[in-house]
């Protein structure tokens, strides 16, 4: 019997450990419900319905091959070992993980008792990360990442024989309810959504990306939306790459020079999030306590002892204030998703004008986000908090997104409709508005809508000048320079940065 763990792996194209276990001999398909991982504080509801409509997926295209999708609770090592007793077998297959701190401890768990029981776990790399490379030069994993994504995706099996467990497998139990409440307005999951998604994406979409990420009025349906796809292995950055390039030499594009270098470049720019998912990755793997111990030892200390609960729970509900923040929190929680930019502004926003520790905020964004991915997540609170080490921190001002982001306030007014009727002149700075111009609206601020919590220019310049002071101190640069306009992460103009 060969066993197949799954894990964020939920498909069975582009999956070479289970087209390889087809070839060894009967297939025992595996998926586990950990408490470990369901009862972290980084998990929630969404992600498990989110989750569960991938499995449906995942066990139909099994059964359509003759197998069937085993679902079992508990601890991994628990569940192998009752497993193991009843039918002894050989091989354990998966994808190495590049999780959280949880699916690390677990792995190590899980390799412990493989060797206990002499069990050879074969686990195959994805997302083109290079386990155990030591000096993480970055060409190392560019190179890797380049072979990866220009390599065929594996083929599906078409038959698998299933294993048969002899007298039966350990009994499921109940199923684990996560923390909260999934979101009325969530993606849904399984495979034939992912590629409905890419197929029109890439069809139709991405020519016009690059112009569409910045704004949430125009990313929330110019961007890929693949992201839960990913992070829970539904669909492959290599199946991605290959429907691009087929998109590329389709004749349709083919026979337009014009059409065909705008598409070549809007791919370009698509790809750049893709490598740098992969250079996410392949830090994690060289950090598993990444989303624990600030990257730059010396910036510890920096906001920790002045964790402020109540301005926490403001910016959690979106009560900040200041509407540009408090729509994007509105949305997240409605959809479970914001674009990259709002998420930058967003928590920028709580680290800095606030001036939080990024663990409590990136715990809570990690709930919030369905396509929370631990790697790119625990990255960029690094990279937005100043604590990664090179360069400052990312600052975003909310009333300057808002201008050039939503000129009209048509985001504002969609998440916070308290403020439909709030004349454009004040729209993202409401607490301008004199009092005659509050009643004739009718928005009371203070009561209707808060005032703000902090004055966000004092508040930023003060976070400005303390991470550029620790960084001094730290050595990590030589003295203290603005934010200035410039190229951004998300290549466009910064110019609604400090
Ligand atoms: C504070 C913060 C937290 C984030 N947390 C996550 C997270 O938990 N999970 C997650 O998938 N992305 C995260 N991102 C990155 C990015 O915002 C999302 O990947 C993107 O918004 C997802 O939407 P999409 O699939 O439509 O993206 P698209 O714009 O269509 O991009 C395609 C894919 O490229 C990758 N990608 C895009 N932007 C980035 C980036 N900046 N860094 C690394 N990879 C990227 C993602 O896999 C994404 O699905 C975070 C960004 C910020 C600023």
Redesign the pocket.
Known sequence: MEIVWFKHDLRIRDHAPLTEAVAAGPVLALFIHEPEIILAPDFSASHGAFIRECLDSLSAALQERGAELVELTGSVPGLLEKIWLQQPFANLWSHEETGNWASYQRDKLVASWCRQRGVRWRQAPQNGVLRGLTTRTKQDWLAELEVYSSSEPVKAPRNIVPARLDPMLPAPVAPLQAAGHDKPGRIKGGRAEAIRLLTEFVRTKIIRYPQS?SSPLTAEDG?????PF??HGVITVREIVLAMNRRVGSPEIASNKYRQERLINALRF?AD??S??AG?FQNMESMPRLEFDNIHPAMSGLREEEFDPARFAHWKNGETGYPMVDAAMKMLHHTG?I??RM??MV?SFALNELWLHWREPALF??RE?V???PA??YN??QI?AGTAGAGSMLAYNPVKQAQELDPEGVFVRRWLPVLQAVPDAYIFEPWTMPLAAQTACGVTIGIDYPVPLVDHLEAARQARSRVADAQIAAGIRQRAVRNKAGQN??GANQAGLF
């Open positions: 990420i961007c890929s939306r693949l992201s990913l992070a698509f999030r893709l740098w998912r996410y998703w674009n990259m998420r930058g928590l964004l990690a986000f396509d929370y991915e790119i997540h960029q609170m937005h992460r998300d």
